[in-house]
């Protein structure tokens, strides 16, 4: 499945549809309140805190705010990027990530 990495999104964001297609729960309630693209304020369902994220073979554990979307939709946040060490690279179109030692490349 394709990801989204957007960093200008706060934190990550998995839809309920998707959490359920991936058959996890919700770990535990949430405060948090996205605002969404079309400026909706949202309530998270709850939080799952450690999403299995899978890039080129590294697994990266990740907290991510369930919303309720019938859309399927994972959103990679700010606060991935920063625990990756992200950079991206819009020239070559890729992205590099460090985590736990280990480096990887994926393409945008």
Known sequence: MTA???????TSIIT????????YLIDRSSKMVVVTANSTR???????????????????????HVLESKDSVLILGNNWLK????????????????????NVKSPL
């Open 83 to 102: 625990k990756v060490n992200a950079i991206v690279n819009f020239e070559k179109e890729n992205l590099s990530i460090r985590h736990k030692g280990q």
């Open 16 to 23: 309920s549809s998707l959490l359920k297609q991936l058959d």
């Open 42 to 64: 949202v309530r998270a369902l709850g939080l799952v805190d450690n999403l299995p994220v899978n890039v080129n073979h590294m697994l990266i554990k990740t907290p991510v």
């Open 4 to 10: 989204v990495i957007d960093s200008g999104a706060a």
